[in-house]
């Protein structure tokens, strides 16, 4: 700092500045000259005191920021003196950086939804990869009760499988949806709260329960119009009678694209493993 | 003979032409013909301080706050820049003598022992 102010002391007095090297080198070389009575070697000293000036006047300047703006002078100098190719060039950089624009939106627009999760920066899904042949799948329920038990890092973790599923009742045609078979603790997980009747609880995920489901916001409003008797009312998923015990906020849909949630019960003879998250 | 000796002596140890600036500023204000003369003659002649290293060293002394610098009259009246410590400076040299105590002496004890 202290030398910063220095040198800005200095800028506005360059002039001043370079005097009064040459003054000191001056008095230093006549003085030499005199002691030695060698005055052509004095003389040819003085010359070569270009050096050190140049050297001391650096120390004074802040040459960096003073040859960088010699540069962009000299730039600005140049693209003036050739209209034709600035104007290419302007236009060629601004139809590159226009389309890599264009190209940016479109891809995130496409690749990126909203996965109905508040806090993603938190949110891990768990998977196995077999190494030899490079393959990845999901974890089945033991191994998912094992790491639920064992899990310090993660202060929760449930599981899901998506099955696609007709659901019918005396209402209208039967429909075919996607539904996710999701651990009891799944809407704790992802931090989904109905606006309707409850989630599930832990008895939902007992063998042998009372068959409980879930339903979206969207097929609430499509299917039975947003009616509020719709809780407790016996729907029959894969000709299994469940009954309605909640319904889910607009705009949460995890995972994916789900339409009904029912319990993941688990069951020791499934062979495909749920994915845990 | 005459380059060995040439090799061994006027060659200043990196580091420490500030120290003897310094040093010499600390019996007095003084222009840099004076330091350069001073340093040669308290040297016996072998110490030779240049203008091209020694006027650099200044103005950086003078940048970093060390040594402070007015126009004067010299002895024989011609414009002279006179420099002179500060208490940065006399702070600054107390250390380096300090530390240059130490390292001379270390080196001594090492080619004692040969």
Known sequence: MRRFSKKLQKLWRRRQLDRDLEDELRFHLEMKAEETGNRPEAQRRLGNSTVVKEVCRELWSFANIETWWQDVRYALRMLAKTPGFTLIAMIALALGIGADTAVFTIVNGAFSWNLGLEHLDRTVLVGLTDPSRNQQFGVSYPDFRDLRSETKTLAGLAAYQFLSVNLSDTRSLPERYWCAKMSANGFVVSEQRPVLGRGFMAEDERPGATPVVVLTYHVWQDRYGKVASILGKTIRVNEVPMTIVGVMPPAKRFPEDTDLWTPLIPDARRSNGPTAM | ?114
Do not use: C, F
């Not at chain 2, 000796?5 to 060659?11: H, I, Q």
């Not at chain 2, 500030?18 to 340093?39: E, V, W």
């Not at chain 2, 010299?74 to 420099?83: D, H, I, L, V």
């Open chain 2, 1 to 114: 003979m005459g380059t060995a000796k040439r090799r061994s002596g006027g060659e200043l140890v990196q580091g420490t032409l500030d120290m003897l600036i310094l040093k010499t500023l600390a019996r007095g204000a003084m222009h840099g013909y004076g330091i350069a003369q001073s340093i040669q003659q308290l040297s016996d002649e072998v110490l030779r301080v240049e203008e091209g290293s020694l006027y650099p060293a200044l103005h950086r002394l003078e940048l970093d706050g060390m040594v402070g610098s007015e126009w004067g009259q010299s002895a024989n009246n011609r414009r002279a820049k006179y420099y002179h410590l500060t208490a940065r400076g006399r702070k600054q040299l107390q250390a380096e003598a300090n530390s240059w105590e130490r390292l001379a002496a270390a080196i001594a004890r090492v080619m004692e022992t040969a």
